[in-house]
């Protein structure tokens, strides 16, 4: 059964950094699966943020290309999202997920970006 367990999240100026965590667990051969960070704000659908496969090569949404950050340590089955200069539209709840949104939803990690 796999687990996904997001952390790192909080309340944050704009301008400031987090360092988003995503513990799996259950994921058979890892490495062979390619990861992702979704975000859902209020009223809006969850969408992709960027997402990583197992060789290291990534892709980013427009919105935060430049800015955030995916990575991966294949050996404890983690997944990051280093988020430097954080704006109000990047308030949001957090989640990691397989690229396809193929495993069961975590809980998330809710981001603010508020002065």
């Known amino acids: 059964q796999v687990q996904l367990v997001e952390s790192g999240g909080g309340l944050v100026q704009p301008g400031g950094s987090l360092k988003l965590s995503c513990a799996t667990s259950?994921?058979?051969?890892?490495?062979?699966?390619?990861m992702a960070w979704y975000r859902q704000a209020p009223g809006k659908q969850r969408e992709l943020v960027a997402r990583?496969?197992?060789?290291?090569?990534?892709y980013y949404d427009d919105s935060v290309k430049g800015r955030f950050a995916i990575a991966r340590d294949n050996a404890k089955s983690m997944v990051y999202l280093q988020m430097n200069s954080l704006k109000p539209e990047d308030t949001a709840v957090y989640y990691c997920?397989?690229?396809?949104?193929?495993?069961?939803w975590g809980q998330g990690t809710q981001v603010t970006v508020s002065s």
């Open positions: 997920n397989g690229a396809s949104g193929n495993f069961k």
């Open positions: 259950g994921i058979i051969r890892f490495t062979a699966n390619a």
């Open positions: 990583m496969n197992g060789f290291g090569t990534a």
